[in-house]
């Protein structure tokens, strides 16, 4: 038998073997971000376009617009898809150095975490814990929250993100953070106490978006934050459902 909280590889969550529980971040997945990225994902393409226009001149001349389309359309995939993996790569290595480790960085990372040094030097936070698992049985979801610290005086739940931009979404992620039951550990049957949450906040590491390279984002989570999340949790076990589109009527006997 499975001991203790585990996740899967597509961050579900499982109590003691019981059945699959839906991560927190794949539940907020279901609020419509759709305005946002599609703007984001239009301004990938036109700069794609413009800074290759002879290749796609030659493209469309050697190829046709159907593989000159799908190429620059790939764009936004991949550039997201990129900044997805640079997250996690900068997750790991925030987490690493807050252990104590030095870790070797590439170009790429290294303004990443001189801006989380930099946090580091202002706010004075005293780690209690970072990355751990979390759920809630009631509600049946589970979780991985970024740290928690006491800053200011006050001990708060944390999430750390890096990229061009955060979402009032978070707003939900952090609610199911805080409204978990206990955090727990693959291979550990205890179940151990979250504490009372003074402030929830996210820092925004994005080195050329701020003077010191990050903000710190107070986030007043309140009952409504709740609620939506529950709203979103029940629209994702609906989905998991693969309810019907419905079936074809009839008229006079005779089908369409």
Sequence with gaps: MTVGLTRSPDHHYSWEGGPWMPGV????????????????????????????????????????????????TAHATQEKDAAGVLGSQIHALTEQL?????????????????????????????FKSRERFVANLEHGYGGTFDFLAVIDGKVTLGDLKSGKAHYTEARLQLAALGRA??????????????PIIDQHVILHVRPEAYERGYQLYRIDVNEADWAAFLGALAVYRWQQQRPSKGEPMSMNGVKP
């Design 181 to 194: 039951e206990f955090i727990g550990m693959p291979g550990d049957p205890k179940q151990y106490r979250l």
């Design 98 to 126: 807050d252990r104590g480790g030095e870790p070797d960085l590439s170009p790429e990372q290294l303004p990443y975490l001189t801006a989380y040094h930099r946090f580091l030097e202002d706010w004075q936070p005293e």
């Design 25 to 72: 971040t794949s539940v907020i997945g279901m609020v419509d971000k759709s305005g946002p990225l599609i703007g984001w994902a239009k301004g990938v393409t036109a700069d794609t376009a413009l800074d290759n226009l002879d290749r796609i001149v030659a493209m469309v001349a050697e190829d046709g617009r159907a593989p000159t389309k799908a190429w620059l």
